[in-house]
């Protein structure tokens, strides 16, 4: 028996990461939940990569931001959302 699955024609192994994809309603909610409350630096996500585990993990790659500088660099914004309770960051890596 296989431990993969496929996943828009890809091979991926199961408890592995997805690849980069755009967001979708549902991640950028988890995203917004898990972000609320953070101020300084401003992070928009642009792609998100996901692991099935007990829960999710989450990598947003984002633009990063700290108004009103103007300058912008690219950083990996990690989230879990728990099968029960509200998602939260696990660290913020700048690339």
């Known amino acids: 028996m ?3 699955t ?4 890809k ?6 990461w997805s690849p980069y994809h755009p967001l979708t309603v549902e ?5 917004d939940e898990a972000m609320k409350g953070f101020v300084g630096v ?6 998100v990569s996901t692991q ?7 990598r947003f790659k984002c633009t990063a931001s700290m108004p009103p ?7 990996i914004v990690e989230i ?3 099968l029960n309770g509200a998602p939260y960051v696990t660290g913020i890596v700048r690339l």
Request: aromatic share 12%; glycine share 8%.
């Open 52 to 58: 099935v585990v007990a829960g999710t993990n989450y």
């Open 6 to 9: 496929a996943l828009n024609d």
């Open 80 to 82: 879990f959302q728990p």
């Open 2 to 4: 296989s431990t993969n």
């Open 11 to 16: 091979e991926v192994i199961v408890g592995g």
């Open 27 to 31: 991640d950028k909610v988890v995203f």
């Open 42 to 47: 401003k992070y928009t996500p642009n792609t």
């Open 69 to 75: 500088a103007l300058v912008v660099w690219e950083a």
